[in-house]
């Protein structure tokens, strides 16, 4: 369990030295091209029912990828799906049954609506079997204690958390996880790309000498329901919510939590330790009558516990540049870990400071005359590697480091808000809870969050209000 005192270092999933001796030898594109895999553990024919809790568009690719897995690693099944509107399971079910035809048996009768569908889709499977968990991360610790009730393994989308209530009771159900040896994957899926863990082992073995600091973008438009209009007066304000979970804090954390995690894990994760404290800036511009809860730009800056930096800058805004990267600089070069755009990284060290350098390694690249290595889909590799663990019964649970970065996140967002340095420590064991009673929500019920007579919500003001809501 991680320590309350102090964030933990981040483990290598691999040694150094064996992954860079089985990249060498990759001469086409696979799923698992840098894994060795032990001795398929019982029949690869047996198949593996799959449930999916929350249709959104996450939840459909999630679904999408468990149904494509390798032979080796297969077959799977959907047989049950789960959510609280109509619309949404009706849409995934349709795409789903129409890319994959024959791995689709969702008769009506195990597609559930309502707060309470997760139990009938649980109940669906048989011990052993996958759920899906893709809803927004205010149920997050709710299912889980389901599923390990039930003897699940577990795919759970990020964030695992938003606040330091959820993040505590994740951690103590996952000791119980563990206990019996359930699989659980967690869709931090940069840390399954081929490109990232070559550069990781790179980095250990001191191809960048001591890190000095790393940097990373995630600037985008506004995306996906991050900004919202007021509330129509025939809808509930508990769905309204649910229906554009990115723009209220305590169902997903916001667009920070959200969508900024992929960016501050990679950087944690080849830093190798999670940073101790941090402090923020923010700021939200010409909105109008916007009334979602996030702030348009952010920019952190979190101290690892040997004072180096990760400089993080987050925007959401039309009309801006845009990015997605990280980046490493080093006593002995720079890497780009991602970047310049999207999840598959071109990852690369140069001797310099810059891109403008001399280039040490670039991924894929051989030194001969054959053709380069195209990096594989991580969003795929994830799911190989959780499927594999549950075929050949390995150890395979990701909660924790699910956690560590749901964790890592919230603090650069709540330094944001509220305009003040905060630590990992206070982070992780504040008292403040986002969604309190969210494991009693029904239809009618009101949301833990309420509009004023405005129809407006709390919004950040740092420096003013000094806690979350």
Not at 91 to 120: A, M, T, W
Not at 339 to 364: E, L, N
Not at 406 to 435: I, K, P, W
Request: positive net charge; aromatic residues 8%; hydrophobic residues 35%.
């Amino acid at each position: 369990m991680i320590s309350k005192n102090k964030p933990a270092l981040l483990d290598t999933p691999v040694t150094r030295r064996s992954f860079l001796n089985q990249t060498s030898k990759i001469a086409s594109a696979s799923a698992l091209a840098s894994i060795s895999l032990p001795v398929v553990y019982g029949k690869s024919s047996d198949i593996t029912q799959l449930a999916l809790v929350g249709c959104g568009g996450r939840g459909t690719g999630a679904a999408s990828n468990a149904l494509s897995v390798s032979a080796a690693n297969g077959p799977t099944k959907l047989i049950a799906m789960a959510d609280v509107f109509q619309t949404k399971l009706d849409q995934s079910y349709n795409g789903l049954k129409n890319k994959h035809k024959d791995q689709v048996d969702v008769p009506e009768e195990r597609r559930f609506i309502g707060f309470d569908g997760y139990k009938n889709a649980m109940d669906a499977l048989k011990p052993n079997d996958v759920v899906i968990f893709t809803s927004p991360c205010a149920f997050r610790w709710v299912h889980y204690k389901y599923a390990i009730k039930r003897g699940l393994n577990v795919f759970m989308e990020k964030p695992v958390t938003a606040d330091g209530f959820s993040s505590r009771k994740m951690l103590e159900l996952n000791e119980q996880a563990k206990k019996q040896n359930l699989k659980v994957g967690v869709g931090l899926m940069c840390r399954h790309s081929q490109a990232r863990r070559e550069l990781k082992a790179r980095v250990e073995d001191g191809a960048l000498g001591d890190i000095l600091n790393l940097r990373a973008y995630r600037m985008q438009g506004p995306i996906a329901s991050c900004f919202s209009d007021k509330k129509p007066p025939e809808e509930s304000e508990l769905m309204y919510q649910i229906k554009r979970f990115h723009s209220f804090l305590w169902l997903s954390g916001g667009s920070f939590s959200d969508f900024f995690i992929h960016n501050i894990d990679e950087c944690c994760w080849i830093k190798g330790m999670w940073p101790t404290k941090c402090h923020a800036q923010g700021g939200r511009h010409y909105r109008g009558d916007k009334v979602d809860q996030n702030l348009d730009n952010y920019t952190v800056e979190y101290t690892f516990p040997d004072e180096t930096k990760l400089y993080f800058h987050g925007r959401n805004m039309a009309g801006c540049h845009q990015e997605f990267s990280s980046h490493a600089h080093g006593t002995k070069g720079y890497a780009l870990i991602s970047g310049p755009g999207g999840h598959r990284s071109q990852a690369r060290i140069h001797k310099g400071q810059g891109a403008d350098s001399a280039k040490v390694w670039t991924f894929g690249q051989s030194s001969g005359s054959g053709r380069p290595t195209r990096e594989t889909n991580p969003y795929q590799d994830e799911w190989e590697v959780l499927m594999a663990a549950i075929k050949n019964g390995k150890v395979h649970n990701e909660v924790e480091r699910g956690v560590q970065a749901s964790v890592a996140t919230s603090m650069g967002r709540m330094a944001a808000h509220l305009g003040t340095e905060v630590s990992y420590d206070q982070m992780l064991n504040s008292e403040h809870t986002f969604g309190p009673g969210v494991e009693n929500l029904t239809h009618e019920s009101a949301s833990p969050l309420m509009a004023n007579a405005d129809g407006l919500y709390p919004i950040p003001q740092p420096g003013i209000k000094k806690t979350e809501y």
